[in-house]
């Protein structure tokens, strides 16, 4: 068990549809990082929040927006949803924002657009 | 970013030691190596990183070469817990920032 908690774990939606994949990060660490994982495309890094604040995007779609809480929860909303949106969602957390730092990761919430 | 190539796949035998490779031939000096690997419907986890000497710690060794221009993840007694997917990573703060980057990775299969 990482610590990282995601919910739900699986979700079912048709397209066109918006979803929210929420994060809990482990405790003490302010960094929450979201990844994609597909079939065609790998885990990718999707964006990072650190304490609150937007630190880095990735390959992540207009569609798609995040945020970070004054709890450090995190939630990825995800809209106007097409069937190639079907994949893995990862979480991550770190304490800090620093290229040795550790990234912890959720168990993941498995989408599926029908 | 620097990239890593890594053979598709590997197998093992339970109780034998696993040599990973990872080649990185155009790593920079301030590049960290990071290694990650993927159980089956699992997140990804870390395993083990290194800048320049080798590293050990109780899940694996890293053997980094002297031109870190590769290096070798050292699982010393493969259990069937170890097949995943291992993920050889470069990480440098100041092009990446602290996201990874991660490449295809190598399947690796434990056989009973």
């Known amino acids: 068990d990482s610590g990282v908690t995601q919910t739900p774990k699986h979700l079912i939606t048709a397209t066109g549809q918006r979803v929210t994949l929420r994060c809990s990060p482990r405790s003490g660490d302010l960094s929450v990082y979201w990844y994609q994982q597909s079939l065609d495309q790998g885990l990718q890094f999707l964006i990072q929040?650190?304490?609150?604040?937007?630190?880095a995007k990735g390959n992540i779609l207009e569609r798609f927006s995040a945020q970070q809480f004054p709890d450090l929860h995190s939630e990825l909303n995800l809209s106007s949803l097409e069937l190639g949106d079907s994949a893995l969602y990862f979480c991550?957390?770190?304490?800090?924002?620093?290229?040795?730092?550790?990234?912890?990761f959720g168990p993941g919430t498995r989408l599926l657009v029908l | 970013d620097a990239k890593t190539t890594q053979p598709n796949s590997m197998e093992s035998n339970e109780e034998e030691p696993v040599h990973l490779p990872c080649n990185h031939s155009?790593?920079?000096?301030?590049?960290?190596i990071h290694w990650y690997r993927q159980l089956p419907s699992q997140g990804p986890e870390y395993v083990i990183h290194?800048?320049?000497s080798n590293v050990n710690n109780r899940m694996a060794s890293l053997a980094i070469a002297e031109d870190r221009k590769s290096s070798t993840l050292i699982l010393h007694r493969a259990t069937l817990r170890d097949a995943a997917v291992y993920y050889c990573?470069?990480?440098?703060?100041?092009?990446?920032?602290?996201?990874?980057?991660f490449g295809e990775g190598t399947q690796l299969t434990v056989n009973p």
């Open positions: 991550a957390s770190s304490v800090e924002d620093r290229e040795r730092e550790t990234q912890y």
């Open positions: 290194g800048l320049t």
């Open positions: 990573i470069l990480r440098d703060e100041e092009t990446s920032g602290s996201r990874l980057t």
């Open positions: 929040y650190y304490n609150g604040e937007e630190r």
């Open positions: 155009t790593i920079s000096g301030t590049d960290y």
